[in-house]
Each structure stands twice: as C-alpha cells, then as structure tokens.
C-alpha cells in the first residue's frame, strides 16, 4: 500500500490506522495533528481511523517561527485577559534554547508559533512544545507563509486540531518580497475562520477603514503593520494606527516592523494595547538583552501614554519661574 505523507511517497507493508502509522515513525500523538485527504483526523479517532491506498497526508506541529504595571492594567482578547503588552514570536532564533531564554526575559504571555510539517526522516528532533510548555504560554497559532484564504483556513484548522486552540492570529501574505498583507484574502479567511468557531486576531494594513471592516465581522483584535514585516523600520504611519486605535473597541496591536526599544514605546504611546515581534528580538546581537529592553520600554510607554504627555508649543517656556530673578 501506498500512500503520500508531507509529500513524500511512502510504502506501508500493510492495513495500518493512523495512530499505528504515528507510532511506526516515531512520532508522539498528542504533539502532532493529522489531516487525511484535506479532512481533519480528530486526536480521538486514530486509533479506529484507518488508512487506504493513495491517502494523502499531512502531519503538521509547532515550530518556533511586557511588563505588568498593575493589577488593573490589563487588555483582554477574547474574554482572556493579559498584562504582558508585549507578545513575541518563536522564529530566527539559533536554537530552541535561545527562544525560551528570550521568551521568559521579554516577559511574554502569549507567543506566535507557526504550523509546519513533522520532519519524518527525523521524528525525534526537539519540538517547541519541549521548551515553551504551552500549559505556561499561551500559543498564538498564526498563517505564516499563507498567500492564500483557502491556505490560512487550511493551516489553522490543523492548529486547532493540534493543540485545541481556537484563539488565532490570521495573516494572508500578497507577495514574498513585502510580505504586505493581501486584504481581499484577509476579509475571506476571516469571515470563514469565525463562522468555523476561531477567535481571530488579524494582520492587516494601517487602514482605519479596513481594519474597522474586520472588527465589525468579528475579529477579536486588530493587529496593523507598523511597518514591512522584519524591517526593522519602525512606525512608519503614526497617524493612522492612532486613527485606528481611537475607532476601535477590541485590542489593537502593533505587528510588523519594530526595530527598537523605542519604536515599541512608540507604539505604546499612541495607546496601542499591545505590540507583537520577533525579528527585533531574535535578530538582534544579544536577544536575550534585546527581550529585556523590549519588555522595558514597552513598561515605559505604556506608562508614558497613561501619564499623559505635555503639550506641544510653538515656542519656549521656561521651567524655572522668572519672579526673583537677581
């Protein structure tokens, strides 16, 4: 019998189910979810759920791809609540041991991981899951590398059944060499993830009339590019993420292009909720110092924002009173 996993072609010596399958190559049930014939195999069937000649399979798991002022200074997504304002991504880093290293000084609660195919020739290698207990963080799946709606539903409806989550981040690229976000598959994908049941938090352009589009179908939190994902360049459109935050009533986070310390307190300061990364973190020298900064200066801003800043003038105003002067 032959039948092809991850697109490979593979012969099986006889009549197996799937979790006997799991099993033969090494790899744990409970870490992996299994689509069978672009169907969804539950977790609970594998072992009644038998496996025919020409299945196409497809075996997926994790990959790794904020500071709390107060007891009320929180934000909540989906009726969960959050006092890390900083969320990181689990990619770039040299190694597994480097990611939870970084993780645990940015002070994150909620980490973005990506859904990829289980390495078959090698099913013992170390998964995330072994590093970043998903019972301490809370896992984001997100659509990573999807161009397409019918890509980024595929790809979160495997998620789910890994790991039961249905709180997601939804990106849906237009092209490799931006990485921008293709908004007509947005709106799609969204629309179809939160009549399947998803929670969505989603990737979008700096458009305020976008991004009120996909709170008003239901998306759980707006996430607009501060700049190209991985750039590195900071808040680009200041105007317009603050447009969007003052229009919103779910969280709205900055996601893409922070470089710096100070481009997150930057974000922090237009009232941002949150702020989402990992190339600035994982990409810098020392990404272990780079998440500590992280976490600081998002403590900053947000503290900042609160505080409320000075106004701007025209012109100077001294500090020191001008009565006695000598």
Same mark, same amino acid.
């Given at each position: ?20 399958l ?5 790899l %744990?049930?409970?870490?992996v979810?299994?689509?069978?014939n672009? @169907? ?5 069937? *594998? ?10 399979? /497809?075996i ?7 500071a709390q002022l107060? %007891? ?10 959050f ?8 990619? =770039? ?8 290293a ?6 994150? @609660? ?6 990829r ?12 899951v072994? *590093? ?5 963080y809370?896992y984001?799946?997100?659509? +990573?590398?999807c161009?397409?709606a019918? @890509? ?6 495997? +998620?789910?059944e890994?790991?039961g ?9 237009? %092209?490799?060499?931006?990485l921008?976000?293709?908004?007509? /598959? ?26 009120k ?15 190209l ?26 996601? #893409? ?9 930057? #974000? ?14 994982a ?7 780079? +998440? ?7 403590e900053?801003?947000?503290?900042s924002?609160?505080a409320?800043?000075?106004? =701007?003038?025209?012109?100077? %105003? ?5 009565a006695?002067l000598?």
């Amino acid at each position: 019998m032959q039948v092809t996993i991850n697109g490979e072609q593979k012969d099986l010596d006889g009549p197996l189910s799937v979790a006997q399958l799991l099993v033969s190559i090494g790899l %744990d049930p409970t870490k992996v979810a299994v689509e069978r014939n672009l @169907e969804i195999v539950p977790k609970s069937t *594998y072992d009644s759920v038998g496996l025919g000649d020409g299945d196409k399979l /497809e075996i997926v798991h994790f990959i790794g791809g904020g500071a709390q002022l107060s %007891d009320d200074d929180f934000f909540e997504v989906a009726d969960r609540k959050f006092w890390s304002r900083l969320l990181v991504g689990t990619g =770039k880093y040299k190694d597994f041991e480097e990611t939870k290293a970084a993780i645990e000084a940015s002070g994150a @609660e909620i980490v973005t991981v990506a859904v990829r195919r289980v390495n078959l020739t090698d099913p013992n290698q170390p998964m995330l899951v072994d *590093y970043v207990d998903p019972k301490v963080y809370t896992y984001l799946p997100n659509t +990573a590398g999807c161009y397409t709606a019918d @890509e980024a539903v595929r790809t979160l409806r495997l +998620a789910r059944e890994a790991g039961g989550w249905d709180l997601v981040k939804l990106e849906v690229l237009g %092209d490799q060499k931006t990485l921008y976000p293709n908004m007509a /598959e947005t709106f799609a994908a969204a629309e179809a993830l939160i009549e399947d049941g998803f929670k969505v938090m989603v990737y979008c352009s700096d458009d305020p009339i976008a991004a009120k589009r996909l709170e008003d179908m239901g998306c759980v939190a707006i996430m607009p590019l501060g700049s190209l994902i991985g750039s590195g360049l900071g808040i680009l459109n200041p105007v317009n993420i603050r447009l969007i935050k003052e229009q919103s009533s779910v969280p709205v986070l900055v996601d #893409a292009g922070v470089g710096s310390a100070s481009d997150a307190a930057v #974000a922090m300061e237009l009232g941002c909720d949150g702020v989402l990364m990992n190339t600035a973190i994982a990409g810098a020298k020392d990404p272990i110092k780079m +998440a500590k900064a992280m976490k600081l200066a998002i403590e900053a801003g947000r503290l900042s924002y609160l505080a409320g800043r000075m106004p =701007k003038k025209s012109y100077a %105003d001294p500090s020191s009173p001008l009565a006695g002067l000598i």
